[in-house]
DNA sequence: AACTTGAATGAAAGCGCTTTCAATAGATGC
DNA sequence: GCATCTATTGAAAGCGCTTTCATTCAAGTT
């Protein structure tokens, strides 16, 4: 399909008096040529306009600097920050990012992962550990690095956070208040190792307090704020409701006040609420939502670092970035 | 770098007993193959676990299946919505997203251009229509169909919005209400269309109702909620403070709200304040923000389905979507 | 002065696939 | 019955680059 004009590597290598063999060099290892003969093929690149073609370099090197991504969804907050931040990490090693999502289909994920290692990505950045044994053995059997995310297992290096600490972080923070009855309101609990474990380490949490996190004071919704809402309606509709709620993701938690603020209970004095993630925005609602700070973007820059490592060959390890209970507005002392 | 392993189109042929073009054919022109023969060929790839080599395929075809897309950021609802709606469009049609990010550098947006380009993104997609002509230079020699977003120009096709309007409707919905001293924060003006359309907009609306926006009455900010609290500080510890603010975008306008709550200032009674986007997050902050709501996902949806039309030589026409204003609590009459 | 060594460059063989162009073989038309 | 199609398939020439492997030449070495 490409067209008669564009300028490729003979082109230059003929401008500059070189063999092709030159060029290719002056490009990726410029330090074996002379300074002069370097100048000369620069400047004939830069005359004629030249630009490498990348899958001309990807199929001869077996190297697409390229590097894949596959999250739940991009239009989410917390996996944005996180794109956003291996996008630039990995932007300063010349890297692109080729991303997928899969909508929280696990059919979808394999679906993404075929595709993108077809694509010969140099490495591929998934989210969470779970998922069907026949990704698996696919990732396992593809000759790039996997960097897993926010949950790792044994199989692969992995960028971690502890979900089920931030669960009983939140839970503890409530028990410590006082609070006898807590609820918790989570996203979809299938395909999604994090929130499960966030729900485990709550419900830890809480037996362990003697209170314990009975089904009916748990509610699994989509991922949303009206997911938050409809989940604390339920709770908040029980006999005996709930005198403090859990949210697994700040959006769900921050859904969950405005409920509470629509049925008139004021929030903290009449229901408190904690979340989970530590948005920008959950500083700046009102009131102000207590909530264990993940550290997000950190994640995504650590990704792209350990990434970068596996694929030039340095060894890297699975990495657990701390999480950290910051108490605000939203919740207050019961009884 | 491959190493030994991996199963290619050859080693398929051999184990079918065709001809390597015939397996070619299976996977990209399936209709040219008897069924018997067509089945066959699955069958080997199938138990070989063959993968198409993307690389190789984009060299030989002259196309990669992929397009580019260059945002200022990924960390923004704004732009993360557009993208997971282009995604997951493209994704239909076998294609995927390489997506760079610029953080409102021109010439971080240039280097992009040229790293996508030369990966042989198949279209790309950008947000706006200011950039160096040297990078104009580029899209317009560039073999691939070029999509703006958001703003347009006569030179490429585009999916806009009339943010000059949204501006206006901002500031006409104010002027409405009775307010004579409106101002507007906005983002950095520099390398950003949009914002600069938006206060246009409400420039003239202001001047059309005799009340103008002088220079002290606007104030460009991050677009962050620390920049939406600062700009609002600055405007109103004028000596004459406005009575209405418009936020170039939401999340300035929610910060404008916040930072009038920390200041004792009631919104709306003491302060009304418009904004524009139409996030979700701007229906349920309190007050919940009056706002000139854009279809973002259609941005993105649109985008794709322009640059699909125009990279299979159908013809695709610049579009421009409508933009709403709603009306919630955030604003209120004056006067 | 003959011998190494290392730096700089070129020649040429692919990387794994797509795509003309031909060839073959039934099917169809007159 | 022979020319003409049409449907299938194969052969082979690249796509634009990278990367051994050689070669050349100047600088050290002994």
Redesign the interface.
């Known amino acids: ?3 008669g ?2 300028i490729k590597l003979s082109d230059v290598a003929r401008d500059a008096g070189v063999s092709p063999a030159t060029v290719s060099r002056a490009i990726a290892q410029p330090h074996l040529l002379s300074e002069e003969t370097l100048a000369r093929v620069r400047a004939s690149a830069l005359r004629l ?1 030249y ?6 370099r ?2 001869a ?6 590097i894949g991504a596959i999250v739940p ?5 917390i ?3 996180a ?3 291996m ?2 990490t990995l ?1 300063q090693e ?1 890297f ?6 899969h ?1 929280g289909h696990a059919a979808a994920e394999a679906q ?1 992962v ?7 990505v140099d490495g591929l950045m998934l989210v969470g550990a779970e998922r069907s044994p026949e990704t698996v053995a696919m990732l396992k ?1 593809a ?1 790039v690095p996997i960097v897993l995310t926010w949950c790792g297992d044994g199989n692969f290096t992995a960028v971690t956070i502890d979900n089920t600490l931030a669960g009983r972080l939140a839970a503890e923070h409530l028990i410590g208040l006082g609070h006898r009855r807590i609820g918790m309101v989570t996203g979809q609990l299938r395909f999604n190792d994090r929130q499960r474990a966030r729900l485990a380490g709550a419900r830890a949490a809480l037996v362990e307090a003697g209170l314990g996190l009975p089904d009916q004071l748990h509610s699994e919704q989509a991922v ?2 009206a997911g938050g809402r409809a989940g604390c309606a339920t709770l908040l509709e029980l006999d005996d409701p709930p005198t403090a709620l859990i949210g697994g993701i700040d959006l769900l938690a ?2 969950c006040m ?1 409920e509470a ?1 629509a049925r008139g209970i004021a929030v903290p004095s009449g229901l408190s609420v904690v979340g989970i993630d530590g948005l ?2 959950s500083a ?3 009131p102000s939502l207590t909530t264990v700070h993940l550290p997000i973007g950190r994640i995504g820059t650590l990704a792209a670092e350990t990434l970068m490592a596996l694929v030039s060959g340095r060894p890297a390890a699975t990495t657990m970035l701390p999480v950290e209970l910051v108490v605000r507005r939203s919740t207050t002392g019961f009884g």
């Open positions: 399909m490409r067209q004009g564009r306009g630009l490498p073609d990348g899958a001309a990807a199929l090197s077996g190297r697409s600097m390229t969804t991009l239009d989410s907050a996996f944005a920050r794109l956003q931040a996008q630039s932007a010349g692109l990012l080729l991303v997928a999502s909508e993404a075929r595709s993108l290692l077809g694509r010969g059997e000759r949303t704020l921050i859904g405005e603020h920008d925005m700046h609602v009102s």
